[in-house]
């Protein structure tokens, strides 16, 4: 009886996924529109909290982008951080080319806050925003400006986010997590939106989303919603390529897996009015990533105790099988996709334990990679 209620519970867990599965692997992605001969002026903002160390090779990597130098006005912006990040922004873009104008916060204000406050005094009709410790591939900041404007109904677009190629264990359970994700998000977006963005490359219209929410959930999650609750449509553009440092060590990409995680649900609860409106996105994408963020996490432990237990009950020796083959899994084949699926339920359920706690103040992670 066990065995079975395991069961049951484990499939309606992973049900939302196996849709998804089934939608992303019916039908290839479209190509990228081609871009425009004349590219429009944007204005970059980059936020940062102590990230001294990376800000150089950031630098270098933006000058290095297919976008014209002299249309992009950037505005770096220190969360009032407790190293150099603000004098070494100074000194690294001095020499770049880029118009630029690098403010520091009177306090600690966080990622959503400081966008709106450098939104203020952006120039430029196109937004975009970015990490100081991301890296773009040469075109990706092209491209995802290219979606934006390949139809007047695109609101906000966001680029795919990559793990730097690392040889550890972490790098390995998150580049197989985002082989998936990435086609997840690209399947809504063919058919009408997603707010599941990477905050590491978003761009949208200014004059259609003029704020970010500070009050609850993730940016990048709050530009995409402010964009559907307008009647546009936000879209994930999985040729425009960043890759980010995951921490080596998972007690350090704990810490930023369940930040991350809660406040993409903050996001999701915060905006439960849209179910309400007549469009694919709120009548079915919505409701599915619902039950994946709030209630599949549970589920699916719940699922494999039950199954496990019951196991247990009937033959210790198949149980133990199980646990010993698992374990070495574990070990051995570490692009392994159940267990990049199972730390990501792990990483949702303890994100909706910490929703109570405050996390709108965000920390470096790139102390940390050596």
Known sequence: MLVYSGIILFFIAIFPYIVYFIGIFSRKPAPPPDPPEDLPPITMIISAYNEEKVIPDRVRNLMGSSYPKGKVELIFIDDFSSDRTFQVAQEALEGSGFRFQVLRNPERLGTNRSYNRAIQVAANPIIVTTDADVFFEPDALTRVVTRLLSRDNIVAVCGDLRPIPRETGTTAYESMYRRFFGRMCDWESRIDSTYTFNGALVAFRKDRVNRIDEKKGSDDANTAFEAIRRGYRAVYE????????????????????????????????????????????????????????????????????????GVLLLSPVLFLAIAMAFALGLLVWRRNLFVAFTLNQFYLLAGLFNLPRETRIWESTTQDVT
């Open 238 to 309: 999985i040729s425009a390529v960043v890759y980010e440092y995951i921490p080596p060590d998972f007690p350090t990409q704990y810490r930023q897996k369940i930040r991350r995680a809660k406040r993409l649900i903050e996001a999701t609860l915060a905006n439960l009015d849209l179910l309400g409106h007549r469009r694919p996105f709120s009548r079915f994408f919505y409701p599915m990533r619902i039950l994946m963020y709030v209630v599949s996490p549970a589920l699916f432990f719940a699922g494999l105790i039950l199954t496990a237990l």
